[in-house]
């Protein structure tokens, strides 16, 4: 979501005559976005902030601000830690993009320029937030309190961006939400209907969107997934833990019952569905047993991607409020390691059923003289052509599977329309 929103105001800073230069000690204006979902990513906005503090002593008048969710509603210790800071720019402001520029830049008219050659966005897959902010209060996290209460962006707003996007070379959009499942309850709409409008837009060969929560995916939301071919059948489901007693004390409203359940439903509706979810370890009070049902969880589900993380407790929310941080930090290492160790068996069998079957696959660029892009499914894979395939979606036959990618051949004679309404591109 940093990453769509510096994006935006990057776009916006470009319309008003801004260029991006390559070193931060020749920027006139720096904005950046922070994160601290987790202990480590606080330090690391930090450690960027020292380094931006520096070239601004250097440069008296670079402009600095801060943005992101290290914007509190009270930025006196923020002004204080870091003075170097001209602005904050808060995620919880409903103030759009474009105003937010003209205030930073202290702009006495708006205004645009149309540049001659309008800059491709480089990056094949762009992410797109259509909401800011949770209602929801999960114990471990501190978004809500950063971001405030859910708000979702006008439909007519985000399909703009995305049509704008697919003008600038984009072929893939992710719609982004805290729970993006529930995007529209507060204005009258919903993702399903958001999802076919995106659809509509002739540039635009696939659409993502994450994250969802257990008690959100509605069967409806299942229907789009299925039946609009733009949209990928790929999920991020976060369950966090296998253990019920776990995720009582996580706030997460559902049992590991209602989960699996849930999961059998969504693969019945969407046969070719493809599973991520994340899980968090050395949850405050998490016994081995505890631990041991979470690893016994993903044995069952079998998820095509797990994303794990250590728990680390954030000032402000109720566990840490509640409990101790009790599982030793060595622990915690260890539990990561085991889920990775499983996941890592069950992800290069899932990848292994791929091989022999023929991919379409969205090229996103090379690396390391091979072109690579993802499957509908999300699945990276790698293959040779002296082509230049950027941007097209193309047939790759999987002809071998680790946990991580898979490695193929190119299918010729490559089609010259795969997906149904996606432009051609000249290669």
């Known amino acids: 979501m940093n990453t769509a929103d510096a994006r935006r105001i990057g776009d916006e800073l470009e319309a008003v005559g801004g260029m991006a230069v390559p070193h931060l000690e020749d920027a006139d204006i720096v904005i950046l976005y922070s994160c601290v979902v987790r202990h480590a990513a606080q330090e690391t906005v930090h450690n960027e902030l020292i380094r931006v503090g520096q070239a601004k002593r250097q440069r ?83 978004i809500p309190f950063r971001r405030g209460d859910e708000r979702s962006r006008h439909p007519r707003e985000i399909l703009r961006e995305v049509r704008s996007l697919g003008q600038r070379g984009a072929k893939e959009v992710v719609l982004l939400g805290q729970i993006v499942d529930r995007y529209g309850k507060d204005i009258g709409t919903t993702l399903g209907q958001l999802l076919a409008e995106a659809s509509e837009v002739d540039e635009i060969a696939r659409i993502r969107f994450l994250t969802s929560y257990p008690v959100d995916f509605d069967g409806p939301l299942m229907e789009a997934v299925a039946t609009l071919p733009k949209v990928c059948e790929d999920v991020n489901l976060p369950v966090q833990a ?37 899980i968090i370890v050395g949850f405050c009070g998490e016994l081995e047993a505890q631990f041991e049902n979470t690893l016994a969880l993903l044995e069952r589900v079998r998820f095509d991607v797990v994303h794990v993380a250590m728990y680390s407790p954030r000032p402000g929310t109720a566990s840490a409020r509640l409990w101790p941080d009790d599982v ?27 091989v022999g079957t023929t991919q379409d696959v969205l090229v996103e660029g090379q690396r390391k003289g091979k072109w690579f892009g993802r499957t509908r499914n999300n699945k990276l894979l790698f293959f040779s052509s002296d082509r230049d395939l950027a941007g097209l979606v193309v047939p790759v036959e999987a002809t071998g599977a680790s946990s ?24």
């Open 60 to 142: 008296p008048s670079m402009r600095v601000a801060l943005a992101g969710c290290m914007v509190e509603d009270d930025t006196v210790e923020l002004a204080r830690r870091y003075p170097f800071i001209d602005r904050f720019l808060s995620p919880k402001t409903d103030l759009p993009v474009r105003d937010q520029v003209v205030d930073l830049l202290d702009l006495d008219e708006r205004y645009r320029v149309d540049p001659s050659d309008a800059e491709r966005v480089g990056l094949v897959s762009q992410p797109v937030t259509i909401s800011q902010g949770c209602n929801r209060r999960c114990t471990y996290c501190v």
């Open 242 to 278: 296998g253990d019920d007693a776990v995720l009582r004390r996580m706030a997460r409203g559902y049992k590991t019952m209602f989960y699996e359940r849930l999961v059998d439903e969504m693969r019945s509706v969407i046969p070719r569905l493809s599973l991520s979810t994340d």
């Open 328 to 354: 030793p930090q060595e622990e915690k290492k260890r539990r990561l390691h085991e889920v990775e160790r499983v996941q890592s068996g069950i992800a290069g069998e899932i990848n292994g059923r791929v």
């Open 404 to 427: 991580w990618s898979l490695q193929g051949q190119l299918v010729d004679p490559v089609p010259t329309r795969i997906i149904p309404h996606a432009p051609r591109i000249a290669s």
